[in-house]
């Protein structure tokens, strides 16, 4: 007869944590970003959905005299308007979460599953937005950036002469630099290279780094095509005419600016259903609120006097 197996002496761990009530996290997104572009532009509400950019027309035929010691007839001028002016409606994201009552009833404790649901979504959500700000070809920043406010890199990878010329682009109170990480680190490989580390600011309890003491704000949302990418330089403000968001308010189970969250009912699969939507756009005012630098090259290394490209 074989030996029987030694039994334990003790109520194991395993055993043990069947009933002990452990510390859990709310479930962890790893796609969740700061979403700095939507935290920095100016938010404008609209009404029923639609913002219309009015624009001089033709500012540079306004006739001003400096002085009359002659007595002569002072001009007669007006400022002309466009006579179409362009207008932006608010574009909607819907989507629509279904949380089963069982799962809500029986796995809430020690966190409220609908609400985690509805967090985990309305994250999700938001990410959606901050790409569409960027990239959508209606209304998105690269999209509508005039053709002379584009510029192509000198020699490749982002330097900063190329930022410099984004700055003579967008010299009027120019507010952040847009860019994807790896451009972010490229420009940073460069300064080294020429013994001009950029100097960092804090903003929202962040370090960044800044060129010409203009912040340089990272965003996954700015594509990589290849070994390149695009940076992105803005002024902000309805005042100062520059890039404003544009949301809806006053809805009905409003969330934040823009986005509500509506109940739907209960079905007859005891399916509990939840409308989430956001209703936003984003608009350049004038021209010169934006520039861009195209096609800087991502790759590009610096050793012990060599260059190099990094092999993916």
């Avoid at 074989?2 to 069947?18: I, K, N």
């Avoid at 409606?89 to 629509?96: G, W």
């Avoid at 006053?250 to 007859?268: C, D, H, T, W």
Wanted: with cysteine.
């Amino acid at each position: 007869m074989a030996p029987s197996e030694p039994q334990p002496m003790a109520l194991g761990d395993e055993a043990a944590r069947t009933l002990a009530t452990v510390t859990k996290s709310v479930p962890m997104m790893e796609t969740i970003t700061p979403r700095w572009l939507a935290h920095m532009l100016s938010w404008i509400p609209v009404e029923a959905g639609v913002y219309r950019r009015n624009r001089v027309s033709h500012p540079e035929s306004v006739d001003i005299l400096c002085d009359n010691f002659d007595e002569s007839p002072l001009p007669e001028t007006f400022v002309d308007y466009e006579t179409e002016p362009r207008e932006y409606r608010l574009k909607a994201v819907h989507t629509i979460l279904d949380v089963h009552t069982r799962v809500s009833d029986l796995y809430s404790s020690p966190h409220d599953q609908v609400a985690q649901q509805l967090r985990l979504t309305i994250e999700a959500i938001k990410e959606h937005q901050e790409g569409e700000l960027i990239n959508s070809p209606d209304y998105g920043l690269i999209a509508n950036t005039a053709d002379k406010q584009r510029i192509s890199p000198l020699v490749g990878p982002p330097t900063p002469d190329d930022l410099d010329a984004l700055i003579a682009k967008v010299w009027k109170e120019p507010a952040f630099f847009l860019a994807h990480p790896l451009g972010i680190a490229a420009f940073g490989r460069e300064c080294t290279r020429r013994g001009v580390p950029p100097p960092t600011v804090s903003l929202f309890g962040s370090q960044f780094i800044t060129w010409r003491g203009i912040p340089i704000i990272p965003s996954d949302k700015i594509s990589v095509e290849g070994n390149k990418t695009t940076f992105i330089l803005l002024r902000t403000g309805e005042s100062r005419q520059g890039v404003i968001g544009l949301f809806q308010p006053g809805l009905a189970g409003e969330q934040s600016p823009g986005l509500s969250v509506k109940f739907m009912g209960i079905n007859r699969s005891a399916i509990s259903s939840y409308l989430v939507s956001l209703y936003c756009s984003l608009a350049i005012l004038t021209d010169d609120a934006v520039a861009v630098l195209e096609g800087a090259e991502i790759d590009k290394f610096h050793d012990y006097g060599h260059t190099y490209r990094k092999r993916s």
